[in-house]
Every structure is written in C-alpha cells, then in structure tokens.
C-alpha cells in the first residue's frame, strides 16, 4: 500500500509519463472521432474564424 501512494505523491518519471500517455491516448480518440464526424471541419473553420475576429485579422 506504501508503495501506491509513493508513486501518487512523488514526481517521478514514471509517473510523467504514465499521465503523458493518458493524455495522449485521451487526444487522439477525441481527434479520430472528431474526423469522422462529418462537421468537424466546418466546426474547425468557424472557431478559426472567430478567434482571427477577436484579434483583428477577419
């Protein structure tokens, strides 16, 4: 049991890495079904549009 809460309290290499994948992995499955939905890009589009709206460039 010691040794579970070392690897959550401690920063650790292992522990970086292990959440880097996580996120990773959590990235990737929302971009694979975000590119299968069809309005993806259309959705991409507008938010860019938006955000150059707000500085100044659209």
């Known amino acids: 049991m010691g040794r579970?809460?070392?690897?959550?309290v401690k920063?650790?290499?292992?522990r970086?890495?292990?959440f880097f994948?996580?996120?990773l992995v959590t990235f990737e499955a929302f971009?694979?079904?975000g590119l299968v939905t069809e309005?993806?890009?259309e959705t991409l589009?507008?938010?860019a549009m938006i955000?150059?709206?707000?500085i100044g460039v659209g």
């Open 45 to 47: 589009s507008n938010g």
């Open 51 to 54: 955000c150059l709206s707000c």
């Open 31 to 33: 971009l694979i079904v």
């Open 21 to 23: 994948v996580v996120g």
């Open 11 to 14: 920063p650790s290499p292992a």
């Open 16 to 18: 970086t890495a292990t």
């Open 4 to 8: 579970a809460v070392d690897f959550l």
């Open 39 to 41: 309005h993806f890009w």
